[in-house]
């Protein structure tokens, strides 16, 4: 099969998944696609239009969520789209809020965001509408990339949450038993361990409820 722009992000991604954006180059894609390493430039000018093309190709997955008639069933959908190819690919949840995204999913993704969200009843202009939509993604790009590091952490490390608090947990105890941080105490005592999805949906709705009432001024 000859070569092409997208067999080429396709195995990218591939080689992305499993060796991470580090272990990513031009010698490994062409070894696996059994070509010389110089045929890829034919293709591809650089490892940033690579990774540009590795992007967009993932969004063109997430792109197939937003299709709903209602605009807080496209933003949920996209918005959960978004989190489920981040966890398949984590690399991604590194390149979020980075470069801008420009290729034709990401903007259609974007216009699909942007245009539910202008049908919010507190969206009234165009100001509400860059608010939104800049705190939607704010809310997404920050959730995802603390779970994805929070998952690498105790996937490498092998610590799992009862591992930390023993190891942390004298330290800690010793802190808290000054007195001076009682909220904080009372999130590491009383607080349970949360699942991540279920905080993520939660957040998300408040985040969209935000949107939706209509600020004091």
Not at 66 to 86: K, M
Not at 107 to 113: C, I, K, N, P, R
């Amino acid at each position: 099969m000859p070569l092409s722009r997208a067999k080429i992000a396709a195995t990218a991604i591939r080689l992305a998944d499993v060796h991470g954006l580090d272990g990513l180059s031009v010698r490994k894609i062409a070894k696996e696609l059994g070509v010389g390493p110089m045929r890829l430039y034919d293709y591809v000018i650089n490892r940033s239009e690579l990774l540009d093309l590795m992007v967009d190709a993932v969004y063109a997955q997430i792109a197939e969520a937003g299709q709903h008639s209602e605009w807080r069933a496209t933003v949920l959908a996209l918005a959960q789209a978004t989190r489920e190819a981040a966890l398949d690919h984590e690399w991604f949840a590194d390149l979020l809020g980075a470069r801008p995204h420009l290729g034709p999913h990401a903007l259609a993704v974007g216009e699909s965001t942007a245009a539910a969200l202008s049908q919010a009843p507190g969206v009234r202009g165009i100001d509400d509408l860059q608010r939104a939509v800049g705190a939607l993604n704010a809310f997404i790009v920050g959730a995802l990339r603390r779970e994805i590091t929070e998952r690498r952490t105790a996937r490498l490390t092998g610590t799992d949450v009862s591992a930390w608090q023993a190891a942390l947990g004298p330290y800690l105890t010793r802190m808290l038993e000054t007195g001076r941080y009682p909220t904080v105490a009372r999130l590491v005592i009383d607080g349970a361990h949360l699942n991540a999805e279920e905080t993520f949906h939660h957040n998300l709705i408040t985040i969209l409820d935000g949107i939706t009432s209509h600020p004091h001024t």
